[in-house]
């Protein structure tokens, strides 16, 4: 299938979907987010790990603001609720996401961005919330997902100054997993996408799932929650087949 405004390639159960709207800094206009959707809910058994990047000098420079037009509240409600469908998928949608990261992840980028699993970020990363200055709100999940991150405190602040995180920032406080060159980003990512595909799918899917979903709930039912999820991937034939092959190994 080809999308107008992303590249998607899939190698050796690995794929790789590149924000490709460089010229406008990758800026998440309505094509785009519908791209990123069609791209997920396309993807077939073939690709267990995504690693997402953007083309060009950013990663992503936020909502399309050369798409703002005045709209009802209840417009407004549906689109930023599209947004968090497609950012729901990212991060739940059963394959762990590896975002490449550089320049730009400004505003939604960084909403898109927070949305994955690990993060790796060149030295030229930078981060921002830019709503402020542009008299809107976040609308892409941020309040959460960020706010997760890096804490409501600092991102109350984030919000209200302005403020521009650089990559050395960024890694300290958590939005990225891993800070390298630029020239190493995408090497490392796919690096890493391949050590995630080697994993148990189960324990992926548990890791991706069950460790969210549980950090929202009561210290009683997060702790029931990860009996449940132990025991679905603990009794697995995969399971018991792998702890084998490692008592094996040590045995001989
Ligand atoms: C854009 C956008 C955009 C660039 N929407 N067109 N996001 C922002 O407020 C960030 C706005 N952008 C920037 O601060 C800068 O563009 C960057 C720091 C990201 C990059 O700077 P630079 O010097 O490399 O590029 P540039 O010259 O500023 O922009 C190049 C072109 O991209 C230019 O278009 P051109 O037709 O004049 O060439 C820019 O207009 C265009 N461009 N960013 C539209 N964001 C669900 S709610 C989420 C809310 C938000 O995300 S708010 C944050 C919005």
């Known amino acids: 299938m080809n999308y107008e405004n992303i590249l998607l390639s899939i190698e050796d159960g690995i794929a790789h979907l590149r924000l490709n709207r460089p010229a406008k800094r990758n800026a998440v206009n309505n094509g785009l987010l519908q791209d990123i959707e069609a791209a997920l809910d396309g993807m077939g058994a073939d690709a267990t790990v995504v690693v997402i990047s953007g083309e060009g000098a950013h990663f992503s420079a936020g909502l399309d603001l050369s798409e703002h037009q005045v709209r009802t509240p209840f417009e407004v409600l549906q689109h930023s609720q599209w947004w968090h469908r497609v950012f ?4 739940f949608g059963g394959r762990p996401v590896v975002a490449a990261l550089h320049g730009a992840v400004v505003g939604g980028g960084l909403e898109l961005a927070t949305s994955t699993h690990v993060r790796v ?26 706010s997760k991150i890096i804490g409501p405190d600092r991102m109350t602040e984030m919000m209200l100054t302005g403020r521009r995180y650089d ?3 960024g890694y300290r406080l958590g939005l990225s997993h891993y800070l390298v060159d630029d020239a190493e980003v995408l090497p490392e990512a796919f690096r890493l996408a391949r050590q995630i595909a080697t994993n148990a ?52």
């Open 121 to 146: 970020a060149g030295r030229s990363t930078f981060y921002q919330l830019p709503e402020g200055q542009r008299g809107i709100f976040v609308g892409g999940g941020a309040s959460v997902r960020v």
């Open 167 to 169: 990559a050395e920032d």
């Open 88 to 91: 729901h998928k990212v991060q």
């Open 201 to 252: 799918p189960l324990s992926n899917w548990a890791s991706i799932n069950a460790v969210a979903n549980i950090g929202d709930m009561s210290m009683a039912n997060g702790l029931y929650t990860e009996s449940m999820a132990a025991a679905l991937a603990q009794s697995s034939d995969e399971a018991n087949k792998r702890m084998q092959d490692f008592l094996n190994r040590k045995k001989g």
